[in-house]
């Protein structure tokens, strides 16, 4: 049930070995580049995780050590340094929603629909929290904004455009004015 128990411990393990347990819990061959950072890692797991929570686990270590994951197809993760993500696509998803995103530094690209806000008032709100810059963009003539960082991330960014992208209320004020001098039909 659980894929890394509580009090699991690894002390100066090098990335490698890492590595091998992270394509044990993904069930998929890596190919890793030849440029990656000579790294080690030291934890203990203080929680039982599940199967999820440690793929979870294991690729926010590696983002923490400057390492990509980027799933290629069913089969294959690339492993690459994290400064030539953007030579590569991440995960992309037809729509951005919270709960379809994983809780990761994996990372992941996808449209999200505007409701209310002007596009470029979005942009100027999520820049700042972006880890990369170009991390958003704004399709011309449309409300659709391109979204492309870290799941958790981009789970921070939906949070807060759920704030924010809202229809607001117009609130109206009426008045009863009587005519004195002039018939309705006239005005």
Known sequence: KYAI????NMQGIPLATLLEEYALLTEKTL?????????????KANND????ESKSFYETLLMQRAIAVIPQGDKFIKVIPSTEVVK????YYPVLEYD???????LVMGPYTLKA??????LELLAGFAKAPNAISVVADSDVLFIRDSAVNVKRMLLMLEQVDVEIAIKEEYELVKIRYALSADI
């Open 5 to 8: 128990r509580r009090g699991h």
């Open 31 to 43: 190919i890793l580049a030849q440029n990656l950072p000579k790294v080690t890692f030291d934890f």
């Open 49 to 52: 995780l599940t199967h999820e």
């Open 88 to 91: 590569n696509p991440p995960v």
């Open 100 to 106: 379809a995103l994983p809780d990761s530094e994996v």
């Open 117 to 122: 806000i002007d596009p470029v008032i979005a």
